[in-house]
């Protein structure tokens, strides 16, 4: 099954919240919302029960942003914990939802080595689901997004590598994010490939066109600004094409400017490419 959905209450929702975006996913007849915590984890769990009680009555799959103040490599100890402070709050929501995952950016390299850095991260990880299991928090996996600049933990290689290390943690793919980090280089088979070890069931996905500029490292490139996908940089179609050869399910989320409108573009796409909702 494939579940699209914008990032966050949709630009056309007259009602400005998470219960009004949720009406509107449904009335424009998409299936799946993620819940953005990006400035902060502000909802309470009895609002986060509401939430999971109206998307299950709509059929929309829910999931969910963690707040962008992340870094799970900080030396800096309070950093750190705050860090995993934020995830596990957002952890917290997503079970009371019914949320079946709480997507990260996990940190920056900064003056550790990519090696050390992986260590860290995936120390931070066991610790924090650790403690969801600790706190009864069941079925909501840590999601660790792919990055778009050098500077960031979070290529294709490392975030598979960790989730194949770690039960509990799940890749999230963002397509535009490995195309700016590529300087505008993807191979959609490729991808699929690489993943294919970690044997998912649902596929937690971003996508968005992305403008990009080149890194100081030749042949890399790092992410400027999100772009509505008629940019097609990333390019849709090809992807839309290798989705309906896979056997799991896939969650394709909006991160375009234009949102809910970009989520029915892709929908259209598939429905043109004989894919049925």
Same mark, same amino acid.
């Given at each position: ?10 630009? =056309? ?8 975006? %949720?009406?509107? *996913? /449904? ?5 799946? @919302?993620?819940?953005?915590? #990006? ?11 509401? #939430?999971?009680?109206? /998307? ?6 829910? =999931? ?10 900080? =030396? ?7 860090? $995993? +402070?934020? &995830? ?14 709480? *997507? ?8 550790? !080595? ?6 860290? &991260?995936?120390? /931070? ?21 792919? !990055?778009?600049? *050098?500077?960031?933990?979070? !290529? ?16 999230? #793919?963002?397509? /535009? ?8 280089? &993807? ?25 990009? !500029? ?9 992410? +400027? ?21 896979? $056997? @799991?399910? *896939?969650?394709? &989320?909006?991160?375009?400017?234009? %949102? ?8 259209? #796409? ?8």
């Amino acid at each position: 099954m494939i579940y699209l959905g914008p990032a966050g209450i949709p630009l =056309s929702s007259r009602e400005r919240s998470t219960l009004g975006g %949720l009406r509107r *996913v /449904a009335e424009l007849g998409l299936n799946a @919302m993620e819940i953005e915590f #990006v400035r902060g984890v502000a909802m309470s769990n009895e609002m986060a029960d509401e #939430v999971g009680d109206l /998307a299950k009555e709509l059929n929309i799959l829910l =999931s969910v942003h963690c707040p962008y103040f992340i870094n799970l490599n900080s =030396s800096d100890r309070k950093k750190l914990e705050a860090s $995993k +402070k934020r &995830i596990l709050d957002s952890a917290e929501r997503a079970f009371h939802m019914g949320a079946h995952i709480v *997507v990260f950016h996990p940190g920056y390299y900064g003056s550790k !080595t990519p090696e050390a850095t992986f260590d860290s &991260i995936m120390e /931070a990880c066991e610790d924090m689901l650790d403690h969801m299991r600790s706190a009864g928090i069941k079925k909501v996996a840590l999601g660790l997004e792919t !990055t778009g600049k *050098v500077s960031q933990f979070g !290529t294709l290689d490392e975030i598979v590598r960790l989730c194949g290390r770690v039960r509990g943690c799940e890749p999230v #793919v963002d397509f /535009a994010h490995l195309w700016a980090r590529n300087a505008g280089k &993807i191979d959609y088979e490729e991808i699929f490939k690489k993943l294919s070890p970690l044997k998912l069931k649902l596929l937690h996905c971003h996508f968005t066109s992305m403008e990009w !500029t080149p890194a100081k490292i030749d042949g890399y490139g790092n992410e +400027k600004r999100h772009l509505p996908i008629e940019f097609d940089e990333p390019p849709f179609k090809p992807l839309a094409k290798r989705i309906l050869k896979q $056997k @799991m399910d *896939v969650t394709l &989320i909006s991160e375009s400017p234009v %949102l809910e409108q970009d989520s029915l573009t892709m929908k259209k #796409v598939f429905e043109e490419l004989g894919y049925r909702f």
